[in-house]
Structure formats: structure tokens, C-alpha cells
């Protein structure tokens, strides 16, 4: 224990450095670059109140930090997501996209958008329909993959594949539907970017998504023995049925978090929790930081490539992780053909 | 007092009751046999004690103290169970899997600590897993991996420990060694062991009780010597059998009956009755 614990301190470290140097670096580079020491000191006044009206600090201050915050939550939100449906799941493919969560969630923000609810009732509306359709779709699965008191794992994955085909469906049935503005932003949306939400909305959603990451940490341990199956954790006095529940709700409600601020992005969830495990072992009380902080930073790289890979056009994020993310996690299968 | 009091127990699933009005005792100390054949309840038992099914009626006592009164977490704490089959899907190493037995002793939040580090450490020596603790437990054989769980076990600091068919996929090599185990465990510790499994010839020679279960009730309770005979054999596996004594032991020692297998089967008849005759008179 002492040497995991030596071990996850030091991988800590060196990410936290690592997102220290990505956060700064996504502050400076974009189509407009600002040099580093001119980021800090208007970071630095920002801090202290003084203000200005130069076109930098606008840039830096009110474009490129609450987008920078909004990677940072989104990248954590889904990573811890990704590991926690992987070991309620005990499937390694596992992750919030492909368990149709995330399709609820933008089938949520399509309908919003369609019927124009935002412009009526404000810009929570549309983080609130993600949370909705996150959880109902949730709700849906769990419900279709119970029989009697208990519910089975495996046909969890396979109605979250159906339901998430489902929704899929709906998500078109309802662009063709849309006129072509509402078209833009629901497409915007399914690509997965981080400048779409409203600033004001990462204060909200970061605490949501902190409290429901508390949560899953509680039950880190529980989940560590579930891992065995339900029954090894039954007679180590897990209180499996409350846990499990638990844990999908708070999963879900990630999920809702990040899917609010940035639409869908893909194979984050599905990546991080893989890289956590080989750096600090499968023991969940240590690959979870890991994996936020890792999720975070990832999300951040793949943001600032977006930004400036095609310059001046932007590529929606959520592209780049697929096209970076899925040929990174093929390679690593291919190497490690049984462990995960 | 017996340690395990089950009395009057029906147990089973919506529209398949397995279990019987069944009634046995279990004492302090003992390495008592639940056997019979597959679909006899002997699982449906064991997940009955361990509260993993709810008993449709009856009860079972504890020392004295009905299950149904108790939480997961207190029963967890004086019953460990070695499942039939334990998947390890995540890399976790054979230490942190028999570690995963002071679930139920410790704090939310905790870590491990010395005194955790110390029990798992103790019951990994006493299991010869020790020198197994860095690996992966995915990849330890059958008989390895066995005993992890049983490390697991005795780092849960139970009284009373459960086991499923323990042998059933062993070789005959890792069987021996596992009964050595809990006959060693019993002797050393006083661990009450309850062990289903449908290898009489290893339960005669272990066990020093058994309980002989047909169709979800009690066909027979006592010293295997006085349970196993062919008669008993028999009428509850419906199997032509006999019952020798082993020279050694004197324990009892069934042998299927080949030589009536084989005119069992009609037709070939001929043919079967002169292999099997060839056969047994060798």
C-alpha cells in the first residue's frame, strides 16, 4: 500500500505539473498569441481586480479562460464518468457515449433548441434538458436491464447499445426538422466543442460535477471489491443494489455535467481510465484523481489542436479525440491484447 | 450451541423451491459436508446461510442470533464465503484480492493500515500464497487462485467459512491441497468450515460430518462413514454404485458400479457387458 501511495503521489505530481504547463499554454496560443509572461501578469491583475480594455486581456480573460475551464470540467467530468461505468460494468468498452447516456443528454439540448426553450427561460435551460435526458435515458437502461429485485450487467450494455441507436434516430428525426440556424447548433453540439455553452454556466456545473465526483469517491472502495462480482461483494458486505445505484446516478449526472458545457465528445471517457489504470493499478481510490486530472489536461490538448491545428478554422474538439483518441486506443489493445 | 443452526429452512426462486424444510446444526469447530447431487440445493443452501437469498421460510441462526436481524456488514464480519467461480476482470494483484477481505472491518475512507497490512500478510503465510502477492491474480492457476480466496477469508477474521464446490475445477493435485488447507485451518485456528461438493471420496476423507441432501431436504446426517453407504449412494444419485474402505483411513470409498452401467444400457448390451466385464475383472 505504502509503495501504491509513494507511487500515485509522484504520477500526481507530474500531472498536475503537466496541466499546469497545458493550461498556460492554452492561454497563450490561438489565433491571436500571447505571450506567456503577458498571460500572467493579466491573470495576475485579474486576481487582484485591476482591469483594462486591451484587445489581449479581452481575448484572454473572457474567451480563452472560460473555454479553458470549460475543458477542464468537461475532461474530468467524462473521465471519471468513463472509469466509473467501467468498473460498475466490469467491461473495459464501457463509457458514458457508448451506454447511449451521452446520446440522451444531446437528444436533450436538440429538443431544447428546436422548440427554442433557451430563448424563452434563459441559458440553463439547456444544461438542465442535458441532466434531464442523461437521466432518463439512465432510468431507461437500468429499467430494461432488470428482471425482479436485481438487474444484470451484461444486458445493461446491451440496451444501452439500442437505446443509445434510439436516440440516435431521435437526435436526426429532429434535425430534419430544424431550420437551418437551429441545424448550426444542434450539429455544433454533436460535434462536441467547448465554445458553445454560456460562461456564466461553469461555476454551476463544476460544483455539480465536484459534488457528484465526492460521491463516487466515497463508494471507491465498494466499487473496488464490485469489481470481483456482485456476489464476492455481497459476502464482503457490500451493500451491492444501493451502491450500484448509487454510482449510475452519479455517473449519469457526470456525464449531464460535461455533455451541458460541451456537447458530445467521445472516447475520453473511454481512454483516461485505461491510461490511469496502467500508471497507478486497477485500486479505484487512486486511479480516480488520477484519471480527473488526466481527463482534464487531455481535454485541454486536444481543445488547443482544434484551435490551431486548421486556424483560422476550428475543428469541433470532439473530432480531434476521435480521430487522435481511436487509433491510440487500438494500438494500445494490440499491445496489451489482455490487460486493462 | 451449534454455530450454525438452520431449522425448518424452505429456500429457492420464484416458482422453484429448492429447499425443503431442511434442519441440521453445524458445531464449533467441525468441517461439516453438504452433498448430493447437481440441482440438489447444495448452492441454494449456501447462499441461503450467506444471506444472498432470502429464505421463503424457517430460519437460521448464527450463534444464537437469527440472520435476518443482522445487516450484510455484521454477517460479513463472522461469515466468509469462497464462491464457486470468482472473475477478476481488472489487473488487481493476489495481495490486494485478499486484502479486499478487511472490506468489512474497516472505516470508509481508510487505507490499509499496519495492522490490516499485518492480517493479510498473516493470512496470505497461512494459505502459501505469500510469494504469489505481486502477481496479477488473473493469471494464477486454478489452485492458486483458490487460496487467495481463502486468504481473503481468514483476513475477514470470520468464525464460520463457506466454500462451493472448492475442488471442482482442480486436478487432483490442487484438490489434496486444498483439504489439507481447511483441515489445517480447523486444527490450527478452530475455523468452522461448511463445504458443499459432490466428491464423496474426498468429503469421507475430510469431513467429519456430513449432511446428504436429495431434491432440496435431508437424506441422511452424520459421520461419513455412517452416511456414505451404498445404499444412501444409491437412492440419492441414482447411480449404481459401490462403497469400498479405504485400506488407510477407513474411510468409506465409492467406486461407480461399471459392470451395471453396462447393462443398463439396452442394445448394446453385448458389447458393453464384455468391455465392462473386461474391465472390472482387471
Not at chain 2, 496470505?124 to 505481486?134: G, I, K, S, V
Request: hydrophobic share 50%.
Amino acid at each position: 500500500m505504502k509503495k501504491q501511495l509513494g507511487r500515485f503521489s509522484f504520477v500526481m505530481f507530474i500531472l498536475a505539473a503537466v496541466l499546469c504547463a497545458v493550461i498556460l499554454l492554452s492561454l497563450c496560443l490561438g489565433q491571436e498569441p500571447i505571450s506567456p509572461a503577458r498571460a500572467w501578469g493579466y491573470i495576475r491583475d485579474a486576481f487582484a481586480g485591476r482591469g483594462g480594455d486591451e484587445p489581449e486581456r479581452i481575448i484572454l480573460l473572457s474567451l480563452r479562460w472560460p473555454r479553458l475551464l470549460s475543458g477542464i470540467i468537461a475532461g474530468a467530468c467524462l473521465a471519471v464518468a468513463g472509469a466509473v461505468f467501467q468498473g460498475l460494468l466490469r467491461n473495459p468498452l464501457a463509457e458514458p457515449y457508448i451506454l447511449g447516456v451521452s446520446s440522451g443528454a444531446a437528444l436533450g439540448v436538440a429538443a431544447g433548441i428546436i422548440l427554442e426553450v433557451h430563448l424563452l427561460l434563459g441559458f440553463y435551460t439547456i444544461p438542465f434538458l442535458a441532466v434531464g435526458g442523461a437521466l432518463f435515458t439512465m432510468g431507461l437502461i437500468y429499467s430494461l436491464s432488470r428482471t425482479g429485485a436485481r438487474f444484470s450487467m451484461f444486458s445493461m450494455i446491451l440496451s444501452g447499445v439500442i437505446v443509445n441507436a434510439i436516440m440516435s434516430a431521435a437526435i436526426m428525426f429532429i434535425m430534419s426538422l430544424s431550420t437551418d440556424r437551429q441545424l448550426h447548433s444542434i450539429v455544433f453540439w454533436l460535434m462536441g466543442r467547448l465554445d458553445i455553452a454560456d460562461a456564466r454556466l461553469n461555476g454551476l456545473v463544476g460544483a455539480v460535477g465536484a459534488a457528484a465526483m465526492l460521491v463516487i469517491y466515497y463508494y471507491a472502495r465498494d466499487l473496488n471489491v464490485m469489481t470481483l462480482g456482485e456476489d464476492d461483494a455481497h459476502y464482503l458486505g457490500v451493500n451491492v443494489e444501493r451502491v450500484k445505484r448509487i454510482l449510475f446516478i452519479a455517473a449519469s449526472a457526470l456525464t449531464a455535467c460535461a455533455v451541458s458545457i460541451s456537447g458530445i465528445i467521445g472516447f475520453v471517457g473511454l481512454l483516461v481510465p485505461h491510461f490511469a489504470r496502467a500508471l497507478v493499478g486497477p485500486d479505484h481510490r487512486l486511479s480516480y484523481p488520477v484519471a480527473a486530472v488526466t481527463g482534464a489536461a487531455l481535454l485541454c490538448v486536444a481543445d488547443i489542436v482544434a484551435r490551431t491545428a486548421a486556424a483560422p478554422t476550428e475543428i469541433p474538439v470532439g473530432v480531434v479525440t476521435a480521430l487522435v483518441g481511436g487509433p491510440f486506443f487500438l494500438l494500445i489493445l494490440k499491445r496489451k491484447q489482455s490487460s486493462f | 450451541m451449534p454455530v450454525l443452526d438452520v431449522q425448518n429452512l424452505r429456500a429457492g426462486y420464484r416458482g422453484a423451491p429448492i429447499i425443503e424444510d431442511l434442519s441440521f446444526g453445524v458445531e464449533p469447530g467441525e468441517i461439516f459436508g453438504v452433498l448430493g447431487p447437481n440441482g440438489s440445493g447444495k448452492t441454494t443452501l449456501l447462499k441461503a446461510i450467506s444471506k444472498a437469498l432470502r429464505p421463503r421460510g424457517g430460519r437460521i441462526l448464527l450463534n444464537g442470533n437469527d440472520l435476518s436481524g443482522m445487516t450484510q456488514l455484521a454477517l460479513s464480519r463472522a461469515v466468509a464465503v469462497v464462491p464457486q467461480v470468482t472473475h477478476v476482470e481488472f489487473s488487481f494483484t493476489a495481495r490486494e484480492i485478499a486484502a479486499m477481505g478487511r472490506n468489512p472491518h474497516q472505516k470508509r475512507m481508510a487505507f490499509d493500515d499496519a495492522e490490516d497490512e499485518r492480517i493479510v500478510r498473516e493470512s496470505m503465510e497461512a494459505t502459501e500464497t505469500w510469494h504469489l502477492r505481486d502477481r496479477p491474480f488473473r493469471v494464477l492457476s486454478g489452485g492458486e487462485s483458490q487460496r487467495v480466496l481463502v486468504a481473503r477469508c481468514l483476513a475477514q477474521r470470520c468464525a464460520l467459512m463457506l466454500l462451493d464446490e472448492p475442488t471442482a475445477h482442480l486436478d487432483i493435485k490442487y484438490q489434496a491441497e486444498i483439504f489439507n488447507l481447511l483441515r489445517g485451518l480447523r486444527d490450527k485456528r478452530g475455523i468452522t468450515i461448511v463445504v458443499s461438493t459432490h466428491d464423496l471420496n474426498m468429503a469421507a476423507m475430510v469431513c467429519d460430518r456430513v449432511l446428504l441432501m436429495r431434491r432440496g431436504s435431508r437424506a441422511a446426517l452424520g459421520a461419513p462413514r455412517e452416511v456414505i453407504t451404498p445404499d444412501a449412494v444409491r437412492e440419492v444419485f441414482d447411480a449404481p454404485v459401490r462403497v469400498n474402505t479405504d485400506p488407510d483411513t477407513g474411510a468409506p470409498f465409492v467406486v461407480p458400479d461399471y459392470l451395471v452401467f453396462g447393462k443398463l444400457r439396452s442394445g448394446l448390451e453385448p458389447l458393453l457387458v464384455n468391455s465392462w466385464t473386461y474391465q472390472s475383472d482387471r
